[in-house]
């Protein structure tokens, strides 16, 4: 599958080399692809990832079915705005609208009656927008396997069409457990898991874990 | 240990014959014993359950070590204040503040930066106020390892020696995974969890889950 990574922060930098070694065919999407290859960090993870592409938000989405937007929540309207035409194409919304202006932990963004994913489908409403991976961090995205137990992770979105490639997807990254919560309304549960997996993180002092629906 | 669970709901029931068995001496608190004795419901379970006891809210409290708040969100702060000086009782507070009148999913009634358990702290500065066993229903509350694994179970709260007698107690009840959040302040992340909770239980079609965190 073509896929579109846009941000080249931390959660693109793990996903866009993982989808690539699963068989895909990726491209980062960046403001300034110039810009972003001279940077240094960027240019040295770019020499160790030759497989990953980088391209304009545009021209990375123009030939991608699955669009994954990796950017941070502040972003990413004004990010897929520059995306071009996203209809018709699935949207893998993973953002988290945090704003740490006030110190940590961040608030969220939105009200509670609004999520990120909505914000996203929209802004665009012919898009796929699928909500998923967003509660937890990126090497548990990409390899839930390291865990002593994958745990589990979530979908929301109106399209089931959408919602089984990416289930398909999240399969192949190595998530057992994919539960499907319904509509694109109910990514305000999983957005709202964050300011307690912001205090768990606190209180097991490491990123590296998940939620886990034992039943 | 002297244990007042105050109200008479799903909560109490499940929890005050539950803390008994463990070798507890429990009385519910009500707001008016005489009509809740002569409820048919309640005289039924009275009846199967002997041993505990029942009294007003300041009679139930008076005598006990540990008061557990076991009302609904909007009954919280006034069953609180009929339930006497709490001042250096441990106040086990399970409310989750749930505003159903719009429906389903109930709203959450306070603001991001609040929780249920800081206003009972405010409401009862000299209360040792420890948040817990508000992410999951009651059945698992009382009986987590019926589950095929218990799951996480978290408490937050101010004064360290009450968490301590809060944790013995959980570890009674079955719980094998009790995850310190820290002070009462981060209860806003555990009582944020609601919102997915509910989500999570249309997905999987009942209340009795838990939450987990693998790591």
Redesign the interface.
Known sequence: MQIAVLGTGVVGRTLAPRFAELGHTVTIGTRDPAATAAKEDYAAWQADHPEVGLATFAAASELAALVVNATNGDATLEVLAQAGDLGGKIVLDISNGLDFSGGFPP??TFP??DSMAEQVQRAHPAALVVKSLNTMTADVMAHPDR?????TV?MSGDDPAAKEVVAGLLAELGHTDI????DVT?A???E??M??????M???G?P????????
């Not at 539960?179 to 319904?182: A, F, H, I, P």
């Not at 300011?195 to 768990?200: D, E, F, G, I």
């Not at 590296?208 to 039943?215: I, L, S």
């Open positions: 608030r969220i509670q009656d865990l002593p137990d994958p745990g979530f539960v499907d919560l319904g109910t305000r549960g999983t709202w898991l300011p307690a997996w912001l205090r768990v606190g209180a097991v490491s590296y874990f998940n939620w886990k629906v034992v039943r």
